[in-house]
Structures are given as structure tokens and as C-alpha cells.
């Protein structure tokens, strides 16, 4: 994979371009993925965005959000779209199989795949990239291309808006290990140039619905176990959840942190039963690694100390594969 800046030259001139991102993309995704998106219409490209999935409707005030299309919704527009691409760019994800019903239509492309990443272990398809797994979000690695490739004059207050929103949601509004000086000289380059934080800040945070509030006191008072003697605790959601507060896209989002902030907790698990497949979210401190877990025990990946898996089993299966797996670690989650 040759490295990202040496695609400039290619940029120079107008291409059909396809950004996409992993399927239910957060705010990392849809940001890295707009943020490239306004630099790339700005250098007079044919740019579309396709989300595999809906996305959340907390993230509906990214600028030109309302230009992306959803696949599942949109195959048609999608399909069109993807017809003579030139360049796919792929962010915040780093196998096509996280691109769900998109994959085949992407692996059967015949043009330069480029990625955007900062997951472990990239699938070995892609002409053009970067991989940084210590890079605390992509959108700070879609900042940092943009500079490597001496095009910082791009950088106009909608991409600021994308990147910021990006990363702040990837570090946990800055709290998370992950957050270097990188990070912070970047919000600060941000700033300088104008750019309103707060707002960002109101619109992730500050924008959820009354039900949504509900199902996360549901959660903490009728879902959550503590396993003290493994440092570990868990919320098992069960669909007739899902079901009864109406929860949308996006709803879950965030719920698995708070078990972090139980004193002497290590590890955390958000386990959800979608209703086609069980999916887990897996956060922890110090020194467990929950990228090593997840791909061990479900199938999964991610960060280090932010994974996610799945499970083909029913809830309470999946439950007591967890509860199994958190028993063979307990040393190291001491």
C-alpha cells in the first residue's frame, strides 16, 4: 500500500470519487467521511458518500449530510453511483466485509482503493493509505493528509465542524488514552481558525429524544450486572427493549461507558440483541486489551481498549459465553 499523500497527483485532476464507511457508522465515520468529501468537491471532483446503513439522526447537522445516500434505502442511487468510479475511498474501516451488503459491489470495483484507518490488521486490498492504530480517530488522520499533501487551505469551517465532531466522540470527548498531543494540536489549530465547538458539543450530545434518557435509566437500574471478582461489569439488552422504548439508530450509543466510571471497574460490555444477531461493544482501562478479547471470543476487533463483536447465539447464550470468557481472563483483569 503506497503511502496516502502520494495520491495528490491524482487528485489534480476531476474523478468520479465514492467515499464510504463501515455499516451504522458514528460520528467518526460520517465525520472523516464528509470532512474528505468537502475538500474533494472543493478540488472540483464528482464526490458521493454511501453509508452501507441508516445512520443516526444526531448526526443529521454534519454539513452535507444530507447528501449522503443509504444503501439499503438507496441501492439504486448507490449502485449508479458506484458505475465508472475512478477512486473509492475507505474510512474508518479496514475490511470490506464492514461494509455489510455493500461488500461484493465494492471488492468487484475496477478502480484505486484507498483507505483512511485507524483499525488494526487492514485487508490487503487497497492501492493507497494509511493505517495508524495510534491515530485516536480517522478523522484526525483525514487532517492529517490533508496537511501532508500541503493542502491545508482547504480546510474550511464545514471540514472543521466533521473532523472536530469525529474525534471528539472517538476519545470520549477527550478523556480516553487515546487523546496524544496530536489531538490537541489539532483542536487547536481548529480553533484558531474560528471554529465553534460547543455547538458540535450540543448537537451529539444534547440532542436525544425522552425515551432514550428512559431506556438508559432502564438499563443501569433492570440490565446491569457487576462481576466484582473479575473487575468487570455488563448490560444485557434483550430486543423487546429495543422494542419498547422505541430506540432508533444511534440510541445505544455511548451506554457501555458508563460502566467504566464504577470504581475498580476494568472492563465493560454492552451486549444487544438486535434481533437478526447479538452484537457486543467492549470497553476497558489500563492495561486489558479488548481488541485481543473480542477477536478471541466474538468474531471481532477494534482498538485496544474499544472493540465490538457478534454473536449468532441468543441472548442468554451469548450472555454466558461472556460471563465464561471474563472468567478465563480474570488474572489479567485483575
Known sequence: MKRIEEIKPLLETPKR??????QKPDADAMGSSLALY???????????????????DFLNWMPGS?????????????????????????????ALYRT????????????????????LEPQP???????DTTAASTAL??????????????INDAMAQCIYAGTMTDTGS??????????????ADLLDHGLNHELIHQAI??????????????????RMEVYYEYNTAMIAIPYTDLKRFDLQTGDTEGVVNFLLSIQGIKMAALIIDRHQEVKLSFRSKGDFDVNTFARKYFDGGGHFHAAGGHSADNLDVTVQRFVDAIAENEEALQ
Open 38 to 56: 468537502h475538500y474533494l468537491k472543493q478540488k472540483g471532483h464528482d464526490v458521493t458518500v454511501i453509508s452501507p446503513t441508516n445512520f443516526p
Open 100 to 119: 455489510k451488503n455493500m461488500e461484493p459491489h465494492l471488492a468487484a470495483l475496477n478502480c484505486l482503493k484507498v483507505l483512511i484507518d485507524h483499525h
Open 17 to 22: 470519487v465514492v467515499i464510504t464507511m463501515h
Open 141 to 154: 488522520l483525514v487532517y492529517e493528509t490533508i496537511h501532508k499533501m500541503g493542502e491545508e487551505r482547504y
Open 174 to 187: 477527550f478523556r480516553f488514552a487515546s487523546t496524544s498531543s496530536r489531538v490537541h494540536r489539532m483542536v
Open 125 to 131: 486490498v487497497f492501492e493507497y493509505g494509511v493505517s
Open 66 to 94: 444530507q447528501d449522503v445516500l443509504d444503501f439499503e434505502s438507496s441501492q439504486d442511487k448507490a449502485m449508479k453511483a458506484l458505475e465508472g468510479v475512478e477512486l473509492l475511498f475507505c474510512l474508518d474501516f479496514n
Open 205 to 222: 450530545y444534547d440532542n436525544f429524544l425522552e425515551n432514550r434518557l428512559r431506556f438508559l435509566g432502564h438499563c443501569l437500574l433492570n
